[in-house]
């Protein structure tokens, strides 16, 4: 019932920048958490950065300082804007939103269907 869409992946050269956006749609009642996690051929899916509600942020270390995540609530929309990018970033990124359909059960995780960010000189 919800779906998540990613936009914004590319190629980009080391040091550049790049902004991803994700929207959600569908029986959407509210959503607390959205974000970003990433995975690279051979590794784990891992985190990358998540906003909740009350718009506290968490980032992995190893993007601290270089990424940005942010939210139009208006829109049901996830941004993420990466900056000084290196090699280590490249992977597919999943958007991630943990939505309530209704006031009467719980919410449920939903995922993205990936966006490929490649980084290359």
């Known amino acids: 019932q919800v779906q998540l869409v990613e936009s914004g992946g590319g190629l980009v050269q080391p040091g550049g920048s790049l902004r991803l956006s994700c929207a959600a749609s569908?029986?959407?009642?509210?959503?607390?958490?959205m974000g970003w996690y990433r995975q690279a051929p051979g590794k784990e899916r891992e985190l990358v950065a998540v906003?909740?509600?009350?718009?506290?942020?968490n980032y992995a270390d190893s993007v601290k300082g270089r990424y940005t995540i942010s939210r139009d609530n208006t829109k049901n929309t996830v941004y993420l804007q990466m900056n000084s990018l290196e090699s280590e970033d490249a992977a597919v990124y999943y958007c991630?939103?943990?939505?309530?359909?209704?006031?009467?059960?719980?919410?449920?995780?939903?995922w993205g269907q990936g966006t490929r960010v490649t980084v290359s000189s």
């Open positions: 991630y939103a943990n939505v309530r359909i209704s006031s009467y059960r719980s919410s449920d995780n939903n």
């Open positions: 569908g029986r959407v009642f509210s959503i607390d958490t």
């Open positions: 906003v909740r509600s009350g718009s506290i942020t």
